[in-house]
């Protein structure tokens, strides 16, 4: 599996925020391994932090918002597309205003500054979510169609209509983020004449100018209209006597339709982790992109408690004995056959259950059940293996627990069954403590679902 990344060193910015007008600084500092990327105000008492989620988006006028309680992030979509497309995992992003600062309008200030001060490799995983079957979205009300399909990597294809004489049809693919740089993270943002009174009134665009946005003027407007729309604005009145662009115009014919995919893709990133597929996107904006993301999110959490795939007949990646050399239990009290896949962060073991086994002479006589502390120790003996095997002499450590919490236990499990269990870490072991997310399965199903923390400590 791909290692996660972070930035080598902190990179920082300064400007204003494209609809509160506000001076803003930005610092982009590296991560840690498995904490994602994260929006943190040092503005604010005690500097609360919001992750870079689609849970916590609010509002997607003109911007995506990210909220979370009292505290809000403003137009993250640029910084975050830059991210993902440069495989930035983790990150820390301080602001000391509520609005990211809008630059050139691009993406490509922090695509350069990330090339500058380069991508760290870190010592865990990334864990993708691949796309093995078409998703779609759809909205009416906005015309916007997004379908995802698998792919053995992630590209865009973006199409725009708009009924203009100026910008009607454009379309715009990525086929590989290697592209990002050269074909998407210079494209502007971009707003029409006639959004502009309308923009002003709503309190947006504030820190907009000709410097940051391409202006599309599609419909001639008398002078003094346009007078009155640059004096909502605060800005010089632009000389306009044709159709086309004010001020910058584009770099590319399509360059409106490459930003939406730079927009989209920032939107995408909202769900987390990385994405392996192909995605054909019509009319996208923000309110669909981060309806799509939550939608992908909700996969995402349902593919964790997805039941993992177990072939009797596949050799394992741990049979009894290497387990025996991990773990320092023995008949009858070590519940783990065999383990059939590992990642830093994951294992899925088995339990073969038998009515020749010790709890069962009085759990009970006429009506056997596995006892639900043992699927509990099971899962825990499992978390064992995780981190052990990943540690040098691992004869010299045992785990132990420290909490169990929201243990439910859904299904009665009995002789014959086969328990598969997937463990999962829910956060970076720190000093020795490391929280834990199990599951066991039995047929397709789960039947009990615990949280732990476990301590893992040297042996005297």
Do not use: W
């Amino acid at each position: 599996m791909a290692k996660q990344q972070t930035i080598n060193a902190p990179i920082s910015f300064f400007g204003k925020g494209l609809h509160t007008g506000k001076a803003v600084n930005l610092t982009i500092l590296p991560g840690e391994p498995n904490t994602g990327r994260v929006f943190q105000r040092t503005d604010l008492e005690g500097q609360p932090c919001i992750e870079a989620l689609a849970e916590h988006v609010t509002k997607t006028t003109r911007g995506t918002v990210l909220t979370k309680g009292d505290v809000e992030v403003c137009t993250v979509e640029h910084c975050l597309s830059a991210l993902y497309a440069m495989g930035i995992d983790n990150a820390l992003i301080q602001l000391d205003s509520a609005e990211l600062p809008i630059l050139d309008g691009s993406a490509k200030p922090y695509t350069n500054a990330i090339v500058a001060t380069g991508i760290q490799q870190q010592d865990a995983e990334c864990e993708d979510y691949v796309v093995t079957q078409k998703i779609t979205y759809e909205n009416t009300e906005t015309g916007t169609k997004i379908m995802i399909l698998p792919d053995d990597h992630l590209s865009l294809q973006v199409q725009v209509e708009y009924d203009s004489l100026v910008l009607s049809n454009q379309f715009a693919t990525l086929e590989t983020l290697d592209n990002y740089t050269s074909e998407i993270a210079s494209a502007r943002t971009f707003v029409f004449v006639h959004e502009l009174a309308p923009l002003a009134e709503m309190g947006l665009i504030r820190g907009g100018d000709l410097d940051n946005a391409l202006v599309v003027y599609d419909r001639l407007i008398d002078e003094s209209e346009l007078t009155k729309i640059a004096t909502q604005l605060g800005k010089p009145c632009p000389k306009a006597d044709a159709i086309g662009y004010i001020g910058n115009t584009p770099a590319n014919a399509n360059e409106p339709a490459r930003h939406k995919l730079l927009d989209f893709l920032g939107d995408l990133s909202l769900i987390g982790t990385r994405l392996v597929g192909r995605v054909i996107a019509t009319m996208p904006g923000h309110t669909a992109n981060t309806a799509f993301a939550k939608k992908l999110r909700k996969d995402i959490k349902r593919l964790e408690t997805a039941t993992p795939i177990y072939r009797p007949e596949d050799a394992p990646l741990m049979d009894v004995n290497r387990i025996k050399q991990l773990l320092p239990h023995r008949y009858p009290f070590l519940l783990v056959d065999k383990v059939i896949s590992r990642t830093e962060t994951s294992i899925v073991t088995v339990k073969n259950i038998t009515f020749n086994e010790m709890q069962f002479l009085g759990h009970f006589p006429e009506e056997p059940v596995m006892p639900g502390v043992l699927q509990i120790e099971a899962m825990a003996q499992s978390a064992g293996l995780l981190v052990l095997s990943q540690v040098e002499e691992p004869e010299r450590y045992s785990t132990y627990f420290l909490k169990i919490n929201n243990v439910k236990f859904r299904n009665k499990v009995v002789p014959g069954d086969t328990m598969v269990m997937k463990v999962m870490l829910t956060s970076p072991i720190r000093r020795g403590l490391s929280d834990i997310k199990g599951y066991v399965f039995v047929g397709g199903k789960i039947v009990t679902e615990a949280e732990m923390v476990a301590q893992i400590v040297k042996n005297k």
